[in-house]
């Protein structure tokens, strides 16, 4: 939907703008913030009504369909943490259901959301012209999201290694492998910094390209005027595919690095 | 696009969540898991135990109800048996029984008769003797020929 003074590039560039509220590096993107903090309360708050009343009975449908989640995230975690661990598994399970919920926005038409925020915002008088406001409402789009993600298992990442192989033993695997000779330690250095650096940066860059190609394409698709229907009827359901297995991915990959991290070589 | 501080905000957010998840989510749920996985285990465990108490239990049955029957077989040959004996012994015991009463029955005929001939020679003696006085009363002395009367008596 391109309004009659808009150039296309001019739509596609106020679709990718966040809005965002102060300046240089403290600004904040209060559409991130909010949808992604928005979903994540739904997550819990729905997931917490079953736990509050879960019991080893007969199930209800809902309770049912959480279960299935749960399950699933357990053996993902079964399958490669070996170990005891009380943080992983809820933590796998809080990755792929949030990041599957803020990816699930990308399925929303990419112009009610935005449309409703700016003519909401120009009547309540926020501002004088619609086109002032800006509302990006995919979260996993928006890079300080998939990197505050991946940045945190980073740290976990470090955390687990130091937990479990003592400061020494990740001192000595960052500089003994994959060459076992101390004139070789810089090189080592150099490899396995690239390789631990290497893991939070591809986990957010991969969820955030995804997201963001997928993003673009339904705003191409929604500047084709009446055929954009069916375009964006056929492009949301391979989507949907898109949304799952990044999610999914984000996840494994998550419990992968952290029994990577935990388990001696 | 810019890295900013959205950043810190999603990941105190993230923190805040993976935290209540872990607290309020993941435990009860997964117990609840754990607890209908136990239990269903239980249950079939009891199930099959069941079963197997159950062909026990027909086994058993079929063990004891084959004895009955066996029992109740020699029972019957045994009172078979038993009744054919007892019938036997009935019989013969009536046998002898008829004979010992057909032998005293004899012997009573025969002292019966032996009495009877007593009485009836004695009868005839007199008789013969009255008949034989009557004929010669008037031709024999009573005394002088009762030894030949008493000869007669004898050989009746």
Redesign the interface.
């Known amino acids: 939907m391109i309004s009659g003074e808009q150039t296309p590039t001019q739509y596609i560039q106020h679709h990718l703008q966040n809005w965002t509220v102060g300046e240089g590096f403290w600004a904040v993107n209060v559409d991130t913030i909010f949808w992604s903090v928005l979903l994540g309360v739904l997550f819990l708050w729905s997931f917490r009504r079953v736990a509050k009343k879960s019991s080893a009975g007969v199930p209800g449908k809902w309770q049912c369909f959480v279960e299935m989640i749960v399950e699933f995230v357990d053996n993902s975690v079964k399958e490669s943490f070996h170990g005891k661990d009380k943080l992983i598994a809820p933590l796998a399970l809080t990755i792929f259901v949030w990041i599957f919920l803020m990816n699930v926005m990308d399925l929303i038409p990419v112009d009610w959301l935005p449309t409703a925020a700016m003519y909401g915002g120009y009547w309540l008088g926020f501002v004088d012209d619609p086109h002032d406001v800006y509302m990006k409402v995919v979260p996993t789009t928006d890079l300080n999201t998939t990197f505050a993600l991946s940045l945190s298992v980073f740290a976990l990442i470090i955390i687990y290694s130091i937990k479990y192989k003592g400061v020494k033993g990740f001192a000595k695997e960052m500089t003994f492998t994959p060459f076992n000779h101390w004139a070789l330690i810089p090189v080592n250095f150099v490899l396995e910094s690239i390789t631990l650096l290497a893991k939070p940066a591809s986990l957010a860059l991969r969820l955030f390209g995804n997201l963001y190609a997928g993003e673009l394409i339904f705003i191409l698709i929604a500047m084709i005027g009446f055929w954009q229907l069916p375009a964006h009827f056929a492009w949301a359901v391979f989507h949907i595919l898109v949304i799952t297995l990044q999610a999914f991915i984000f996840m494994m990959l998550t419990i992968v690095y952290l029994s990577m991290a935990s388990s001696e070589h | 696009?810019?890295?900013?501080?959205?950043?810190?905000?999603?990941?105190i957010?993230?923190?805040v969540?993976?935290w209540?998840?872990?607290k309020?989510?993941?435990?009860?749920?997964?117990?609840?898991?754990e607890?209908?996985q136990?239990?269903i285990a239980d249950g079939l465990n009891a199930g099959e135990r069941a079963q197997k108490d159950l062909e026990k239990a027909q086994q058993e049955i079929a063990e004891q109800l084959k004895e009955a029957k066996q029992q109740a077989a020699e029972i019957i040959e045994q009172s078979k048996k038993r009744g054919a004996k007892i019938v036997e012994e009935e019989t013969q015991r009536g046998h002898e029984e008829r004979e010992k009463i057909v032998a005293s029955g004899h012997e009573e005929v025969t002292a019966e008769r032996n009495r009877v001939r007593e009485e009836l020679r004695k009868q005839v003696a007199v008789l013969a003797v009255s008949g034989a006085q009557k004929i010669i009363e008037r031709e024999i002395d009573k005394d002088a020929h009762s030894d030949i009367v008493e000869k007669l008596v004898a050989e009746l």
């Open positions: 696009m810019n890295i900013n501080a959205t950043l810190i905000g999603q990941t957010a993230f923190i969540f993976v209540f998840c872990m309020f989510v993941w435990p009860p749920i997964i117990n609840a898991i607890e209908r136990k239990k």
